[in-house]
């Protein structure tokens, strides 16, 4: 049992305790399954996020359910909110903890506010234990078509041999937008 005087220290560490609460409330955990994990294209986004403080590596991990990872146009990698579909694996990624500023500038790259992907809630298997995070997924506009163009088959991971072939934003056609891009895709025969 502490004396009267160890009253101030752990005042003052419950004090230090709540203060550093709110800020690792603040972060949300992201899955990344495509080119923002270590190693790909856009990869530098999450690095730079780092050394402003606003994201940092949590470890790999694996999707919670089986879900469909497909390469679109460009072999731009999209995880489809299409659960348990035959097919489809619990897919291999990274996990951030990234907080709000970061998570606006995610949003950006995915073009969350043109209807390219939608930022939504998944379970991974982190190490041991189960987590609640948010993936970017395909959009619902085009995410069964993405599917069938896919011929219902999806990867376990978007791998270096999978991402062959990739190609960089600044690198595309410029005369049109992403979703035309996406939709000559999906109408186009495999």
């Not at 603040?26 to 986004?45: A, D, E, I, M, W």
């Not at 999209?78 to 709000?100: C, K, M, Q, S």
């Not at 930022?119 to 085009?142: E, F, K, N, Q, T």
Request: proline letters at 6%; glycine letters at 8%; hydrophobic letters at 40%.
């Amino acid at each position: 049992m502490g004396t009267a005087s160890d009253a101030p220290v752990a005042v003052a560490a419950a004090a230090e305790e709540e203060q550093q609460q709110p800020k690792l409330q603040q972060r949300t955990l992201v899955f990344t399954y495509g080119t923002l994990k270590r190693g790909f294209s856009n990869h530098p986004l999450l690095q730079d996020l780092a050394q402003r403080g606003d994201a940092s590596f949590v470890g790999a991990a694996v999707t919670a359910s089986r879900l469909p990872l497909v390469c679109g146009p460009y072999r731009v990698p999209f995880l489809l909110n299409l659960p348990g579909e035959e097919g489809a694996d619990r897919v291999a990624g990274e996990v951030y903890a990234v907080t709000p500023r970061g998570l606006a500038r995610l949003d950006e790259l995915e073009g969350i506010s043109r209807a390219h992907y939608e930022r939504l809630p998944i379970a991974v298997d982190l190490g041991c234990a189960r987590v609640d995070a948010v993936a970017y997924y395909a959009h619902r506009d085009y995410a069964a078509e993405l599917w069938r163009r896919s011929g219902e088959k999806g990867y376990p991971e978007y791998s270096h041999a999978v991402a062959d072939g990739y190609i960089r934003r600044k690198d595309r056609p410029q005369g049109q937008t992403f979703l035309e891009q996406i939709r000559i895709f999906v109408s186009s025969q495999s």
